[in-house]
């Protein structure tokens, strides 16, 4: 068999080039990136929908959007639809739990928070002959001890500290232990500090902290007091 020239080869071969591309071009569709009064719906096989977006009811006289995640097994996990009907009212955003519980929400008439309900320090004692105390003379003492997760990685504490007649004393914090929060505060004035309440969030979150209150006199005798007024997790 002759052999081909080799520029009749080098045609075929493009030739061959161009037919794939053209093919190629036919199967493929341009991306739809910009869809009016549509909605976008995922589905497991089952039919179960995992996640809709878009347009909330065929019904042409409704205009409402919304978006709704749901967990495989059909729950709903994330929702931000109020089924109203209307494009111009606020939604809710609710996050649920796996039983269908809401656990999230917010506040669409005032803005804020809406669930969950947290939960809020009552008015406290100002008799500090009723708060914690020690006589402890210079050495650190116990007076209050408390234990929380760690969800946040700092704290804000308030508190309020007294001393007896004539006498002096100061205040510190401790976490789990050894870590002070804080600096010391001389008996008589506020201890307020927003600080870190543990080294490392990544290897603490979830666990426990230890928060205990210490005092001591300073003076020759007397006593002192300690009451924490607020607190709370912060970010950083």
Do not use: C
Request: charged share 20%; aromatic share 8%; proline share 5%.
């Amino acid at each position: 068999m002759p052999q081909l020239p080799e520029d009749i080869i080098d045609r075929l071969t493009q030739m061959e080039r161009r037919i794939q591309a053209l093919s190629t071009a036919v199967n493929t569709r341009p991306a739809m990136n910009e869809v009016t009064d549509g909605a976008f719906n995922v589905k497991l096989p089952n039919g179960t929908s995992v996640l809709q977006v878009g347009k909330w009811d065929e019904d042409p006289e409704k205009s409402e959007y919304g978006v709704a995640v749901r967990r495989q097994t059909g729950e709903l996990a994330i929702a931000l639809y109020n089924g109203s009907g209307s494009d111009t009212t606020r939604q809710v955003l609710r996050l649920y739990d796996s039983y269908g519980h809401e656990v999230f929400s917010d506040d669409i008439v005032k803005g804020g928070l809406a669930r969950p309900w947290l939960a809020m320090l009552p008015p406290q004692d100002l008799a500090s002959a009723n708060w914690p105390a020690t006589s402890s003379l210079n050495n650190w003492a116990t007076i209050a001890r408390s234990y929380n997760p760690v969800w946040q990685p700092r704290m804000r504490l308030l508190m309020e500290t007294r001393a007896s007649s004539g006498a002096t004393g100061e205040v510190k914090v401790i976490i789990d232990g050894t870590t002070q929060f804080g600096g010391v505060v001389a008996a008589g004035s506020q201890f307020d500090v927003t600080d870190a309440i543990v080294a490392d969030i990544t290897t603490r979150f979830g666990t426990t902290a230890k928060i205990e209150i210490q005092a001591r006199v300073t003076s020759a005798s007397g006593t002192v007091y300690a009451k924490p007024v607020l607190m709370y997790g912060t970010q950083s």
